[in-house]
């Protein structure tokens, strides 16, 4: 979950190209550090073995009986020892001499060397005695039957060569988590602006359709900014366009809807001069302009609200009053209603009293127990509640209720349930609930009753205390 996002990928790519690029220049310098090392620590002991043979040399052809104590005049690095060994003559045998003290012999020399360099040929070979690395050199003397043996400690080698490592161990981490975070640096500005391109698309996305980005320095940012306002442009140039169209529509219809209302009213005020199959033609004709001029009604008062045009009028309620006034006053009085907020308070205070728009919740119960009784077979219940800072109002109805695929789109506009495809209305009750209720703070959804129908639940922000009201309940002055 860590480098999921375009920033924790941006850090680790940059982490594992410095971690990748330090740690084969690390592995290139050790290794050439190590062959250079090694390559002048086996020339020097090379030379000194060489040299050191030779005054064996000297010494065996000058004094070969007394052969024993010249080995204590070889002169070997610390740590280091010299071996040599004597062919058998004729007034000797076969031996092997070493330096005192005898911490180092012929049979710590690897047997390699000593077979190579016991058959004639000089070599070198490097071993480990004692847990320490050396350099082992076989110089054979075969004029004399001499073979000299000396090991080189390469342990300042082993050494240097530990703290190099090291050294480049902690450089690699060192340039990775730095280049971890210069990634995370680089991010943030390379994020900057996209953050700022997600936060003007949000915003023109909740309504701000007049957002638009600065211009930038850098020119391929300032073409993403140019690209972005002009699509900016183009989507607000539309939405206006089809807002505009959607009012002026309307807004035509309204007079001829109307006129043609008023004639129809006429019609229906004089229904009983006509025939039967008349009457039913004017019934017909009625119903179908009434539904006419609440399409109209419904599609005038969304214009307004995307428009913004819609004022809110705020006042202190009550919202148990008045929901059963509303309920009353449209002839749903006989209709269940059900609070769990207290009309009054232990201050004083209503706990269902809360800063609201009278119009926008009149708007909103309205439409739902409308939407019931056409589309639901009446409702049931309306109930009050309280939900941490919001105050909802549900309204429960007795049809089939709606299938969890479609609760949420038919809060779209001039959209329906499969269940009420074929029952009158416009489709819009539902969207101008949604609207009030965002207004409002809160928001409309809907679910499945207890009781086996729908349940419509619109959310009311709650505003806890009056302006003229302190904690306690006394009136400010």
Partial sequence: MLFTGLRGRMVLYFSLSAFAAGLLLSVVTYASTRSYLLGQRSEVAQRQAFNNAQLVRTVVSTDRDNIADMITNIRSERGGYAVFHLDATDSQSSAFYAQEPLRFTQTDLPNELLRRTLAGATGRQRFTFDSRPYEGVGVAIPSLGVQYFEAFPLTDVQTTLRTIQTTLVIGVLIITFSAGFLGFSTSRNVLRPLRRVANAANNIATGGLDTRLENETDTDLDQLVSSFNNMADAVQLRIER????????????????????????????????????????????????????????????????????????????????????????????????????????????????????????????????????????????????????????????????????????????????????????????????????????????????????????????????????????????
């Fill in 242 to 477: 089809e807002q505009r169209f959607a009012s002026d529509v309307s807004h035509e219809l309204r007079s001829p809807v109307t006129a043609l209302s008023a004639a129809v009213d006429v019609l229906v005020s004089r229904r009983s001069e006509f025939s039967d199959r008349n009457q039913q033609a004017i019934d017909i004709t009625a119903s179908q302009v009434r539904r006419f001029d609440r399409t109209v009604l419904d599609l005038l008062e969304l214009s307004r609200m995307d428009a913004g045009a819609s004022e809110s009028s705020l006042e202190y309620l009550r919202l148990s009053d008045l929901i059963e006034r509303i309920m009353s006053r449209y002839g749903f009085s006989t209709i269940l209603f059900e609070s769990s907020v207290r009309s009054v308070g232990l201050n004083g205070i209503g706990d269902d009293e809360t800063l609201v728009d009278r119009r926008r919740i009149e708007r909103i119960l309205l439409n739902l127990l409308e939407n019931a009784r056409d589309h639901g077979g009446g409702a049931n219940r309306v109930g009050l509640d309280r939900a941490g800072e919001y105050f909802v109002i549900t309204v429960d109805d007795s049809g089939n209720g709606v299938a969890p695929s479609e609760r949420e789109r038919i809060f779209d506009r001039f959209a329906r349930s499969t269940a009420t495809r074929n029952s009158t209305g416009s489709g819009l009750g539902l969207a101008i609930v949604r609207e009030h209720a965002r207004a409002l703070g809160g928001d409309a959804v809907a679910e499945n009753s207890p009781t086996g129908g729908a349940r419509f639940c619109v959310t009311v922000l709650r505003i806890k205390q009056r302006p003229d009201v302190d904690e306690t309940g006394d009136e400010l002055a």
